[in-house]
Structures are given as structure tokens and as C-alpha cells.
């Protein structure tokens, strides 16, 4: 079973401006996990943020977590045609199960 | 560096038949996890397996099953298929099976059942 919701379902922005995905999740989590996905295809990793962390940087992606609302989000600025892909949010929880569960995901497209 | 490796890209099966999707991780990665993505969805965790042993099963049949190889790479075993079974199947491997390994995904094989 999913573990939680990304929202909005899909997004539609113009080249340069930003983007933001939000991620909502059910159990208490050890971390948490952003991948883009092209065209169906496989998933590469993005960011990972850690349960006791609440903000990390990486390049053009700014990743928050709350973990007391369980939700988490994700900002892509200055967004370029080629970030056109699926986010989806993953998670590990606590109890090591050593297995990530996704959400369904958000499409992003960026027009030129 | 290869990555992770699938094979083979697409498969067309009909229901009742027998699948096996194949797997390699990249050199040095021990542990490798097996996800099936309807159209639509998030992938769905199916299996894990840590040095040729199962570390983790997800919530499907035991129609589905797989093993690992003393190479570390892998087989997804599928039987008497159903249409149901029509997805993206992915594979993911990762050094090791501690919390916060990033998982390497392959491109992924697709099965469709008729």
C-alpha cells in the first residue's frame, strides 16, 4: 500500500519560475526520500532528509520535513525543461524494515 | 561505472503464463530490491534480498518469488499471471541494508499481460 499522498497530483510552471511538491506520509518515519522519474522509467535518487533534520540543500532543491504534521516538501527553483519528470516522495520507517515506501507522486511539467 | 542492468526492456505475456525478469546491480552492491509500479502509481515494494538471503517481503502473492545469485544479481519469479500483474517492474541495489542507503534503480522492465 501507498504510505501517503504527494500533492498537487501535477504541476504546470514556466521555464525560470519555481515548483513546489508537497508530500504527506502515515507512520513515524526514520527518513524520508525525493526521486524524479523520466517517462516511466527508473527512479534516481534526489535528497534525502533524516527525521531529526527539518531543512537540507541541494543544488536548485530545498527539501523541508515536519515531522509532527508528517508532511514534507519540495522546492525546485528556477526550474528548467528537462526537471519535466514525476517526483515522488519516499520513506523508511523506524522500524528498519529496510524497504521505502512511495507515494503516488507529482508531475512536473516545465514549458520553455 | 554500469549501473544497475534490467533485462529484458518489455515483455507481452498472456494470463496464466510463467515470467522471469532478470536483474544486475552495480559491481560492489550486495543487496538488491525488486518493485512493481502500476500505470499511475508509486512503485511497491516486493522483495529484498542481502547476500543471497531475503531480508524483506512486500504485501504480494506468493505467486510472485525470487532469489539472488552468488553474483548478487537477481530473479523475479512470476506465476500463473493475471492482468493485474501489467506494470513497470523495477529493480534497485544499494551497498548494504542500513537505513539511508541510496538505492540505485535500473530502467526497468515492462510486462504486459494479455
Known amino acids: 500500500s501507498q504510505q501517503g499522498e504527494e500533492d498537487p497530483q501535477a504541476l504546470s510552471i514556466q521555464e525560470g519560475e519555481n515548483a513546489t511538491m508537497n508530500c504527506s506520509y502515515k507512520?513515524?518515519?526514520?527518513?524520508l526520500q525525493w526521486y524524479r522519474q523520466n517517462s516511466g522509467r527508473g527512479l534516481v535518487h534526489l535528497i534525502l532528509i533524516r527525521s531529526n533534520e527539518r531543512e537540507k540543500h541541494s543544488g536548485r532543491l530545498r527539501v523541508t520535513l515536519d515531522t509532527s504534521k508528517k508532511s514534507s516538501s519540495l522546492l525546485i527553483t528556477a526550474s528548467r525543461a528537462a526537471d519535466t519528470a514525476s517526483y515522488f516522495c519516499a520513506t523508511e520507517d523506524q522500524g528498519g524494515s529496510e524497504k521505502l515506501v512511495f507515494g503516488k507522486g507529482t508531475k512536473l511539467t516545465v514549458n520553455p | 561505472d554500469a549501473g544497475v542492468t534490467q533485462s529484458p526492456t518489455h515483455l507481452i505475456k498472456t494470463r496464466g503464463q510463467h515470467v522471469t525478469l532478470r536483474c544486475s546491480p552495480i559491481?560492489?552492491?550486495?543487496?538488491v530490491s525488486w518493485y512493481q509500479q502500476v500505470l499511475g502509481q508509486g512503485p511497491q515494494f516486493i522483495f529484498q534480498y542481502y547476500e543471497k538471503e531475503e531480508r524483506g517481503r512486500g504485501n504480494f502473492p506468493d505467486r510472485f518469488s525470487a532469489r539472488q545469485f552468488p553474483n548478487y544479481s537477481s530473479e523475479l519469479n512470476v506465476n500463473a499471471l493475471l492482468l493485474g500483474d501489467s506494470a513497470l517492474y523495477l529493480c534497485?541495489?544499494?551497498?548494504?541494508?542500513?537505513?539511508?542507503?541510496?538505492?540505485?534503480f535500473g530502467p526497468g522492465t515492462r510486462l504486459l499481460v494479455l
Open positions: 534497485a541495489s544499494s551497498l548494504g541494508t542500513g537505513l539511508g542507503e541510496t538505492q540505485y
Open positions: 507512520t513515524s518515519i526514520n527518513n
Open positions: 559491481s560492489g552492491h550486495k543487496s
